[in-house]
């Protein structure tokens, strides 16, 4: 890896989690990770040294500033992110994690017995929330919140609770953007309520905008320390 002297770091997460029943069994969800992996791609263009924490995607990125690091559940993706977050300047969780997980692994296979069965769930980690509560001056947190009601009221909370400086909101109602596709259509939310919403894009150009929103709120946070 080529790194220099105060090198600007991005940590992103992205893909989806998988969080396991049985050896062979798990619960997951439909994200690809292209949204990330472009993300990654833009930051990278900007000369960050990019952290990309990701679950299993289909997707391969090379650069000599990147550091890609596999995970599969949400606990793997959260100890991963705690290694590198204090001496990061900007955090981009785009991972679809998976708000729960059996409440026990089995270390054999299910067997079908019945029509009929019932799993236990528990609460997975907030990996943005964690953070959130975490965050030093100067460094900058971005989530992701996909609804499909309720919209703009949902990802405010998300901003406020997970203490983000901005929040990308993306909705399932949108044809042609969210899981599998190779576009996507986002309004970008500030702490200020100030809205900015895009048309239709294509996710490379997706990932500038955020990438762009991003790099402009860390720059001003550095500018008021410096005050």
């Known amino acids: 890896m080529n790194t ?3 090198q600007p770091t991005v940590l992103i997460t992205a893909g989806p989690t998988r ?3 049985d050896p062979v069994r798990f619960i997951s969800n439909h994200s690809s990770g292209k949204m990330g992996y472009a993300i990654a791609s833009a930051f990278l263009s900007k000369s960050f040294r990019v952290i990309l ?3 299993p995607v289909n997707i391969s ?3 000599p500033n990147l550091t ?3 995970v599969n559940s949400a606990d793997e993706m959260y100890a991963a992110c705690q290694k590198y977050f204090p001496s990061l300047q900007i955090a ?3 991972a679809a994690v998976a708000d729960y997980k059996p409440a026990q692994i ?3 296979k299910m067997k079908k017995s019945a029509h009929e069965f019932s799993l236990q769930m528990v609460k997975n980690v907030d990996i943005a929330a964690e953070f959130g509560k975490v965050k030093m001056p100067g460094q900058v947190s971005i989530g992701f919140a ?3 009601n309720d919209e703009e009221q949902n990802a405010l909370k998300k901003l406020y609770t997970k203490n983000l400086d901005l929040v990308v909101l993306n909705s399932v109602q949108d044809e042609g953007a969210t899981f599998g596709h190779d576009t996507n259509k986002i309004t970008i939310i500030n702490r200020d309520f100030l809205f900015q919403a895009f048309p239709l894009k294509s996710k490379v150009e997706v990932a500038e905008d955020i990438a762009a929103a991003a790099i402009k709120v860390s720059r001003k946070q550095v500018e008021t320390m410096l005050l």
């Open 4 to 6: 220099t002297i105060n």
């Open 68 to 70: 890609v690091i596999p």
């Open 92 to 94: 981009v969780f785009a």
């Open 19 to 21: 969080e396991a029943i």
């Open 106 to 108: 089995l270390s054999q």
């Open 61 to 63: 990125l090379t650069h």
């Open 53 to 55: 924490v990701s679950g």
């Open 146 to 148: 996909l609804e499909t």
